[in-house]
């Protein structure tokens, strides 16, 4: 069998001066969206470690302060904070090696690797709108535009352009991705990114030199190895990149046009089929690391009709805040009525139905609109919250990735306006670049504003609690800080607050605990620490804090009896013995 050369272009015009030409014009656009989108996060240097996941992740996770094989081994098997990313954990160990715990190092790297993936947007974007214009160009009812005297190569490369300009600094410049840079632990969010771009690049190329239908060999290639490979590198970032097989396979719908016939679609999945395996591989072990921490919620907490119908909400809240973003909340908290007879979720769910219909209607005319909207609802399918995770409805940092599909609408929206002033020799075109300034003005502004908001753990959640006063996580992370703060009378207000929004909460009583151990309280200590154990009879922390109170207390008995307990279930803890000892010491004074 032959090769397939639909959508590989002349030799000679590969070669050729002009588009040479054009490629360096096509580079020197992605360096200054680059440079533009680096100065703007620039004011995240100057913010701390917030307390959410980074005390977790790094100033308190002893496993990344050491690069030897013992750190290798905790990395690709431990199920730490309820996530298991390999890659992130090494990103992080070697900016502790570098910068220890100076927060400049490690947002410092957050920043690089965000400008790195706006760059990768704009070479990727232009060259998949590249993909779709030479696919129309071999579709014969479209043979008639192509030979139009009004389009020329250089308007063509133009309107690339312009589309993957705008679609970069749309994803490089737009608040809704500030949560993803300016918070530390949303490594993971910018890895799995830059490797799922690369991925894509990869498959670019792969596709321009495949032979359609050949298997093994396929998967031998030397293009498909590394496509995979980038594959698993996104996979050990994050696993949101679950999805990258299904959207090889939109990108062979359309720009590739590999796929035309349900034969030629069988063909396309088999080879896949490793993509896949990848992906289920890394499934697996997310549900258990994230079992393992508790944060999976049952049908029987949330049943799969409310998960449906939130998820369809999400997926055009998430467009709404792209088109105006005001108002974004680093934590959405779950909703609690959620019925199909109230506007908000009906109307949802007839909106996402009508856009799907839409698009499928438009399929035989123009496959684009279907593989955009595809794209954006499966790469949020992860997170829309039918596998439900922790107690969030949203999160900006899920449509890290997703709103490239609204965004390069946006992008070749753009394209369109510039393509018709430049028909008109010029007519309009500085409009077009005055509105990309007005857009990225705006947009600008917006994120400088929204990374003040993660300078540090008091900015962050009196942000949150502004904004949604109602909220039980915001109060317990503010009466953290506050006890972080040795002000322990205002850490017991926001926890007692936040206990009265969810009163079964374990980490909030675990924390008052700790407040009133701070206060000199034993007594109540020891009530909130009876409260955890009640809830969760294997948490040893609450176990050794409760025997702390009691040795306080001088109940040596009652001491002795919960240090036992808590060391059965973590018997490593050396302060734990070395406390039992001073208590069994002590209670044989008092026999004496």
């Given at each position: 069998?032959?090769?397939?050369?639909?959508?590989?272009?002349?030799?000679?015009?590969?070669?050729?001066?002009?588009?040479?030409?054009?490629?360096?014009?096509?580079?020197?656009?992605?360096?200054?969206?680059?440079?533009?989108?680096?100065?703007v996060y620039?004011?995240?240097?100057?913010?701390?470690?917030?307390?959410?996941?980074?005390?977790?992740?790094?100033?308190?996770?002893?496993?990344?302060?050491?690069l030897?094989?013992?750190f290798?081994?905790?990395?690709?098997?431990?199920?730490?904070?309820?996530?298991?990313?390999?890659?992130?954990?090494?990103?992080?160990?070697?900016?502790?090696a570098?910068?220890?715990l100076?927060?400049?190092?490690?947002?410092?790297?957050?920043?690089?690797?965000?400008?790195?993936?706006?760059?990768?947007v704009?070479?990727?974007?232009?060259?998949?709108?590249?993909?779709?214009?030479?696919?129309?160009?071999?579709n014969?009812?479209?043979?008639?535009?192509?030979?139009?005297?009004?389009?020329?190569?250089?308007?063509?490369?133009?309107?690339?352009?312009?589309?993957?300009?705008v679609?970069?600094?749309?994803?490089?410049?737009?608040?809704?991705?500030?949560?993803?840079?300016?918070?530390?632990?949303?490594?993971?969010?910018?890895?799995?990114a830059?490797f799922?771009?690369?991925?894509?690049?990869?498959?670019?190329?792969?596709?321009?030199?495949?032979?359609?239908?050949?298997?093994?060999?396929?998967?031998?290639?030397?293009?498909?190895?590394?496509?995979?490979?980038?594959?698993?590198?996104?996979?050990?970032?994050?696993?949101?990149?679950?999805?990258?097989?299904g959207?090889?396979?939109?990108?062979?719908?359309?720009?590739?046009?590999?796929?035309?016939?349900?034969?030629?679609?069988?063909?396309?999945?088999?080879e896949?089929?490793?993509?896949?395996?990848?992906?289920?591989?890394?499934?697996?072990?997310?549900?258990?690391?994230?079992?393992?921490?508790?944060?999976?919620?049952?049908?029987?907490?949330?049943?799969?009709?409310?998960?449906?119908?939130?998820?369809?909400?999400?997926?055009?809240?998430?467009?709404?805040?792209?088109?105006?973003?005001?108002?974004?909340?680093?934590?959405?908290?779950?909703?609690?009525?959620?019925?199909?007879?109230?506007?908000?979720?009906?109307?949802?769910?007839?909106?996402?139905?009508?856009?799907?219909?839409?698009c499928?209607?438009?399929?035989?005319?123009?496959?684009?609109?279907?593989?955009?909207?595809?794209?954006?609802?499966?790469?949020?399918?992860?997170?829309?919250?039918?596998?439900?995770?922790?107690?969030?409805?949203m999160?900006?940092?899920y449509?890290?990735?997703?709103?490239?599909?609204?965004?390069?609408?946006?992008?070749?929206?753009?394209?369109?306006?510039?393509?018709?002033s430049y028909?008109?020799?010029?007519?309009?075109?500085?409009?077009?670049?005055?509105?990309?300034?007005?857009?990225?003005?705006?947009?600008?502004?917006?994120?400088?504003?929204?990374?003040?908001?993660?300078?540090?753990?008091?900015?962050?959640?009196?942000?949150?609690?502004?904004?949604?006063?109602?909220?039980?996580?915001?109060?317990?992370?503010l009466?953290?800080?506050?006890?972080?703060?040795?002000?322990?009378?205002?850490?017991?207000?926001?926890?007692?607050?936040?206990?009265?929004?969810?009163?079964d909460?374990?980490?909030?009583?675990?924390?008052?605990?700790?407040t009133?151990?701070?206060?000199?309280?034993?007594?109540?200590?020891?009530?909130?620490?009876?409260?955890?154990?009640?809830?969760?009879?294997?948490?040893?922390?609450?176990?050794?804090?409760?025997?702390?109170?009691?040795?306080?207390?001088?109940?040596?008995?009652?001491?002795?009896?919960?240090?036992?307990?808590?060391?059965?279930?973590?018997?490593?803890?050396?302060?734990?013995?070395?406390?039992?000892?001073?208590?069994?010491?002590?209670?044989?004074?008092?026999r004496?």
């Amino acid at each position: 069998m032959t090769k397939d050369k639909r959508l590989k272009p002349k030799d000679e015009v590969q070669n050729s001066p002009h588009t040479k030409s054009l490629l360096s014009v096509r580079y020197l656009v992605a360096t200054a969206v680059f440079l533009l989108t680096f100065v703007v996060y620039f004011s995240c240097l100057h913010s701390e470690f917030v307390m959410w996941d980074d005390d977790c992740y790094i100033y308190k996770n002893p496993h990344i302060h050491t690069l030897n094989l013992s750190f290798f081994r905790w990395a690709s098997s431990a199920f730490y904070c309820a996530n298991w990313h390999p890659l992130t954990w090494f990103s992080h160990a070697l900016d502790y090696a570098v910068w220890g715990l100076n927060p400049l190092g490690h947002h410092l790297t957050n920043n690089i690797l965000h400008a790195a993936n706006t760059f990768i947007v704009v070479i990727v974007v232009a060259k998949l709108l590249e993909a779709w214009q030479h696919s129309r160009q071999q579709n014969p009812p479209l043979q008639k535009a192509r030979n139009s005297k009004t389009t020329d190569s250089s308007s063509l490369e133009g309107s690339y352009l312009v589309a993957a300009a705008v679609t970069g600094l749309l994803f490089g410049l737009h608040p809704l991705h500030v949560e993803s840079v300016a918070w530390v632990s949303e490594r993971k969010d910018l890895l799995c990114a830059m490797f799922f771009l690369l991925s894509i690049l990869a498959y670019t190329k792969y596709v321009s030199v495949a032979k359609e239908g050949d298997y093994p060999g396929a998967f031998l290639n030397r293009h498909y190895l590394l496509v995979a490979g980038l594959s698993a590198l996104a996979l050990l970032s994050k696993p949101m990149a679950v999805t990258l097989p299904g959207v090889f396979l939109i990108l062979d719908c359309c720009p590739f046009n590999r796929i035309r016939s349900m034969k030629t679609f069988l063909s396309a999945l088999l080879e896949k089929l490793p993509l896949i395996a990848l992906s289920i591989i890394s499934s697996v072990l997310t549900v258990l690391a994230q079992k393992a921490g508790g944060a999976l919620q049952t049908f029987e907490i949330i049943p799969l009709s409310p998960r449906m119908l939130v998820a369809a909400e999400s997926l055009l809240s998430y467009l709404w805040k792209m088109v105006l973003p005001v108002n974004l909340i680093p934590y959405y908290p779950y909703p609690r009525n959620i019925s199909l007879f109230s506007a908000e979720y009906f109307l949802s769910v007839i909106l996402v139905s009508g856009i799907t219909a839409a698009c499928i209607v438009m399929m035989k005319k123009q496959r684009l609109w279907l593989a955009v909207w595809g794209y954006y609802v499966l790469t949020l399918l992860p997170v829309l919250g039918i596998v439900q995770v922790g107690g969030q409805a949203m999160a900006d940092r899920y449509t890290y990735l997703p709103s490239l599909g609204p965004f390069i609408v946006a992008g070749l929206l753009a394209a369109w306006l510039w393509k018709k002033s430049y028909l008109r020799k010029g007519a309009g075109a500085g409009l077009v670049i005055a509105a990309a300034i007005l857009i990225a003005g705006p947009l600008s502004f917006l994120t400088y504003k929204q990374i003040a908001v993660w300078k540090n753990s008091f900015t962050l959640w009196t942000y949150v609690i502004a904004k949604e006063p109602e909220n039980p996580l915001a109060h317990n992370n503010l009466g953290v800080f506050y006890n972080s703060s040795n002000m322990p009378e205002k850490a017991e207000e926001e926890f007692l607050i936040s206990i009265r929004l969810k009163p079964d909460d374990i980490d909030t009583h675990y924390n008052l605990g700790g407040t009133y151990q701070a206060l000199y309280m034993p007594e109540k200590a020891a009530d909130e620490f009876k409260t955890v154990i009640r809830l969760k009879p294997d948490f040893a922390g609450a176990h050794f804090n409760l025997g702390l109170d009691y040795y306080r207390m001088g109940q040596m008995e009652k001491a002795y009896g919960e240090l036992k307990k808590g060391l059965e279930i973590e018997p490593d803890d050396q302060k734990a013995r070395q406390l039992l000892k001073t208590v069994e010491r002590r209670a044989s004074e008092v026999r004496r």
